[in-house]
């Protein structure tokens, strides 16, 4: 049918070749820019690393998509209203057409933990860690996981990855402190 519409044809080609290279600049200049983000995160002071932290998570919301983003906006409101069926639903939907998004498996794996599908959510979680090893709230989530199977030292040391990366996370800093003492020891 292309044949026919010689124009057509090359408005098609250039067309492809257009996303074929802005999708990878994209994708890299999105890299840079948690890059750039993380190490400022890593030096902040706390009254600053709330901003920063809300830039990341804005940041890896962003799946390049806007369909993509709907099912993400859509999983994640459900999860907020409590309908959790629905919420795993739209984020299943997400992760079959965009299983590179890493925001999708981190989403889903919540979801799972809330439903107590604690197998689907380590899996979701490592597929999420494969493709973003950076994300805090993942790692976060994963220790809650080892928590939950009484693994406090696993636990640890997955909060300590958190902490490392994003230094005021709250969360993070509670959940150390809490099993510090049966990690660590108590002071004599």
């Given at each position: 049918?292309?044949?026919?519409?010689?124009?057509?044809?090359?408005?098609?080609?250039?067309?492809?070749?257009a996303?074929?290279?802005?999708?990878?600049?994209?994708?890299?200049?999105?890299?840079?820019?948690?890059?750039v983000?993380?190490?400022?995160?890593?030096?902040?002071?706390?009254?600053?690393?709330?901003?920063?932290?809300?830039?990341?998570?804005?940041?890896?919301?962003?799946?390049?998509?806007?369909?993509?983003?709907?099912?993400?906006?859509?999983?994640?409101?459900?999860?907020?209203?409590?309908?959790?069926?629905?919420?795993?639903?739209?984020?299943?939907?997400?992760?079959?057409?965009?299983?590179?998004?890493?925001?999708?498996?981190?989403e889903?794996?919540?979801?799972?933990?809330?439903?107590?599908?604690?197998?689907?959510?380590?899996?979701d979680?490592?597929?999420?860690?494969?493709?973003?090893?950076?994300?805090?709230?993942?790692?976060?989530?994963?220790?809650?996981?080892?928590e939950?199977?009484?693994?406090?030292?696993?636990?640890?040391?997955?909060?300590?990855?958190?902490?490392?990366?994003?230094?005021?996370?709250?969360?993070?800093?509670?959940?150390?402190?809490?099993?510090?003492?049966?990690?660590?020891?108590?002071?004599?």
């Amino acid at each position: 049918m292309l044949a026919n519409f010689p124009k057509l044809k090359a408005i098609v080609a250039a067309t492809a070749a257009a996303v074929t290279f802005f999708l990878p600049g994209q994708a890299m200049a999105q890299g840079l820019s948690a890059d750039v983000l993380l190490q400022d995160l890593a030096l902040a002071e706390a009254t600053e690393a709330a901003a920063i932290d809300r830039e990341l998570q804005a940041l890896w919301a962003r799946s390049g998509s806007p369909s993509m983003d709907l099912l993400l906006r859509r999983g994640t409101d459900a999860m907020e209203r409590g309908d959790l069926q629905q919420a795993a639903e739209h984020l299943t939907a997400l992760t079959d057409h965009a299983p590179e998004f890493a925001r999708g498996w981190y989403e889903r794996a919540r979801v799972y933990f809330a439903m107590g599908l604690y197998g689907p959510s380590v899996a979701d979680l490592e597929r999420a860690l494969a493709l973003n090893p950076r994300d805090y709230n993942a790692i976060y989530a994963l220790g809650a996981l080892f928590e939950q199977f009484r693994e406090p030292e696993r636990a640890y040391q997955a909060y300590l990855r958190a902490k490392a990366i994003h230094p005021h996370h709250e969360e993070v800093s509670s959940a150390l402190e809490r099993l510090k003492p049966s990690v660590e020891g108590r002071e004599l």
